[in-house]
């Protein structure tokens, strides 16, 4: 449109795809092929208040997600009505948000004193798990503490991470991301079957080019296409 804002995407073979937008961009609905899938409502600052969505949207809408909000502006609470969806949310002065809680579970999160993530906690009947996360100096996570309580690393060289629970990365001269690989576990068999995903850039940065490997062969391959400002226009699979 106008604004330089994406509202009407025709996939091959498949009706359009249309987002209705207002004022500067804020996204009222949307449609599939002149049906409309979901619609918005929301409030005098433009926060969603609630969501129609199935059978048609609108007036005869299926379901609707009603959300609340709390003076500082967050998230307080979600309700759907036809499903068990219910959610309330809880922050700390800070900012941070340190509860979801919902019909079936409860999840909590801790954090340090200078704001970076540091567990999870996960209750339920039955169930009591909790997740701890380390960090270096720049915020990168680190190894899990209990699961490599032998690591010695303490922060990631010019901050890349190297590696994580399910891949191992490469990086270019410029910090781009140029390989990344099923990581395989310490004392699993290796059949080859792990998979590879390689990312091509061109002369501004821009990623132009992905494949997935597996077995020596490309499962999938990927090109992206920009226009004159550099707005990706065009994603082509094979």
């Known amino acids: 449109n106008e604004q330089?804002?994406?509202?009407?995407?025709?996939p091959d073979s498949l009706p359009p795809v249309e987002w209705l937008t207002y004022g500067s961009g804020y996204l009222a609905g949307m449609k599939l092929g002149g049906t409309p899938l979901v619609e918005y409502t929301r409030d005098r600052l433009h926060r969603e208040t609630v969501r129609s969505f199935g059978s048609r949207a609108g007036s005869n809408a299926a379901y609707e997600l009603t959300s609340t909000y709390t003076p500082a502006g967050q998230l307080q609470s979600q309700h759907l009505n036809s499903l068990v969806y219910d959610r309330d949310y809880?922050?700390?002065?800070?900012?941070?948000?340190?509860?979801?809680?919902?019909?079936?579970?409860?999840?909590?999160?801790?954090?340090?004193?200078?704001?970076?993530?540091?567990?999870?906690?996960?209750?339920?009947?039955?169930?009591?798990?909790?997740?701890?996360?380390?960090?270096?100096?720049?915020?990168?996570?680190?190894?899990?503490?209990?699961?490599?309580?032998?690591?010695?690393?303490?922060?990631?060289?010019?901050?890349?991470?190297?590696?994580?629970?399910?891949?191992?990365?490469?990086?270019?001269?410029?910090?781009?991301?140029?390989?990344?690989?099923?990581?395989?576990?310490?004392?699993?068999?290796?059949?080859?079957?792990?998979?590879?995903?390689?990312?091509?850039?061109?002369?501004?940065?821009?990623?132009?080019?992905?494949?997935?490997?597996?077995?020596?062969?490309?499962?999938?391959?990927s090109r992206y296409l920009y226009d004159p400002l550099g707005r990706r226009m065009a994603k082509r699979v094979w």
Not at 4 to 10: D, F, K, S
């Open 4 to 10: 330089g804002l994406a509202n009407r995407v025709t």
């Open 90 to 221: 809880g922050w700390n002065d800070n900012g941070d948000l340190v509860r979801i809680s919902g019909p079936r579970q409860t999840r909590e999160y801790g954090y340090s004193a200078t704001g970076r993530l540091e567990s999870v906690r996960t209750l339920a009947p039955g169930l009591d798990i909790r997740i701890p996360y380390a960090t270096d100096p720049a915020g990168n996570r680190l190894p899990d503490p209990e699961l490599h309580p032998d690591s010695t690393l303490t922060a990631w060289p010019d901050n890349r991470i190297a590696e994580d629970a399910h891949y191992v990365y490469h990086y270019d001269e410029y910090g781009r991301l140029t390989e990344k690989t099923d990581r395989i576990p310490t004392g699993v068999i290796r059949t080859d079957d792990e998979r590879t995903h390689h990312y091509h850039y061109d002369s501004q940065h821009r990623l132009v080019f992905h494949t997935r490997i597996q077995h020596g062969e490309p499962l999938v391959e």
